[in-house]
């Protein structure tokens, strides 16, 4: 009789949230028919899909695992799958042994917004049936030296310029985020216990939220207008958006002394819902809360003149 023979489900159960990481949690399911029991009744998991994963038959790569193992140390390292090429039925069946899932953090291997060399994005947005609001924070650069500036400001051209530089990259953040919500639309209908949902990548460009709210409202609204509305262009479509967007050529952070050129703060709500001014302050803070610079960024940007944008549906 080992340790855990002598350990009532419950605890075993608590120990298995406590691991979260699906792979793991799978493995130890063929310990014994008591943990394959078990298991499935994981209530908090983190799901990993690397590079790795694919949603064709595994068979080549079972009959042939050793030759690729050995090929590997004389090969470059595999990229990452892009997540607009993963489908939606990959994380459903990895996750089709659960049948308790309570809250879902799932982690991409890479970001999906493309950016000139030294630029930065991050982006945090919450969705239910459609989106719900997206926070998005960019910079050109960032260095300890403050970049010379010029005297007049930016010329109207640097303006025009760098205003569509700052609409294309927003649009490709809502674009990822519409990209990953679509990635987990099965799991979510599938999993109906579920009250949390995170889905994140490694680089730590951006976030999608969905809480208990959220994930009820997409269950309960899917129609006959599902394949139109969510499968379009594999990801589920972007709303028309309200953006306010607030810009400061060159922002100096007080705590780290880094200066960030051509710093940006994007605030986008589906047109159409009130809101309160202050609003923006609020979900703007909150949404990178704990993050030192971009938090300090936040908060400095906030300070800024706000230019107000719409955009049709996507």
Known sequence: ?????????????????????????????????????????????????????????????????????????????????????????????????????????????????????????????????????????????????????????????????????????????????????????EVVKEHEEMESLVIRDVEGEGMVVMDAEGLREFRSTRGEDEEERVVRNRRSVVPSVKMSMRHAPSLKLKSSGVCLESATLVIVRPSGVEYDVGDDAELATEAFAGNCMYGEAVVALLKCKKTALEMNSF
């Open 1 to 185: 009789m080992d340790v855990f023979d002598g350990l009532p489900d419950p605890i075993i159960v608590d120990i298995l949230n406590k691991v979260g990481d699906v792979r793991t949690i799978l493995r130890c399911s063929s310990l014994s028919k008591r943990f394959n029991s078990l298991a499935p009744q994981s209530e908090s998991l983190i799901l990993r899909l690397d590079h790795s994963e694919s949603d064709s038959p595994n068979i080549f790569r079972s009959l042939f695992n050793s030759f690729h193992g050995l090929l590997s140390l004389f090969s470059k390292p595999t990229k990452p799958i892009p997540t607009p090429a993963l489908s939606p039925s990959l994380p459903s069946k990895i996750l089709s042994h659960f049948d308790k899932i309570r809250s879902l953090d799932v982690e991409l291997p890479r970001g999906d917004v493309k950016l000139e060399k030294g630029a930065a994005v991050k982006w945090k947005a919450e969705f239910g049936k459609t989106l719900k609001s997206c926070v998005v924070v960019t910079f050109r650069s960032a260095a300890t030296v403050s970049p010379p500036v010029a005297v007049d400001g930016e010329s109207d051209a640097e303006f025009v310029n760098g205003l569509k530089t700052r609409v294309v990259c927003t649009i490709n953040s809502l674009m990822a985020a519409s990209t990953r919500h679509y990635l987990m639309s």
